[in-house]
Nanobody
Framework: QVPLVESGGGLVQPGGSLRLSCAASGSIFTINTMGWYRQAPGKQRELVATITSGGRTNYADSVKGRFTISRDSAKNTVYLQMNSLKPEDTAVYYC???????????????WGQGTRVTVSS
């Protein structure tokens, strides 16, 4: 896979905000879809939000109206602005990228190592 480096996680109080960033590294030509997934303790990994190269977005119902996904394709970077955070948002957040076209080939699925978000008072 193509290396994806996440940043921005941490501890925040309920109602607070965090901004996650994820950058794909390497000699990259294009990336189709980028997004964020999360996995909370005792739960399966779930989709949070995705964004296509054309700017089409998709959100989980649980985060609609609170989270905003965006990307800077020139920097091969995707962002997740998280507002009005709730304790149930606590999870490890994983960056995802598909159809990453590089100088050596196309990578169908790439995952970051995860960044932890903890929402607690």
């Amino acid at each position: 896979q193509v290396p994806l480096v996440e940043s921005g996680g941490g501890l925040v109080q309920p109602g607070g905000s965090l901004r996650l960033s994820c950058a794909a590294s390497g000699s990259i030509f294009t990336i189709n879809t980028m997004g964020w997934y999360r996995q909370a303790p005792g739960k399966q990994r779930e989709l949070v939000a995705t964004i296509t190269s054309g700017g089409r977005t998709n959100y989980a119902d649980s985060v609609k109206g609170r989270f905003t996904i965006s990307r800077d394709s020139a920097k091969n970077t995707v962002y997740l602005q998280m507002n009005s955070l709730k304790p149930e948002d606590t999870a490890v957040y994983y960056c995802y990228a598909d159809r990453v076209r590089t100088v050596v080939g196309v990578f169908l699925d790439s995952w970051g190592q995860g960044t932890r978000v903890t929402v607690s008072s």
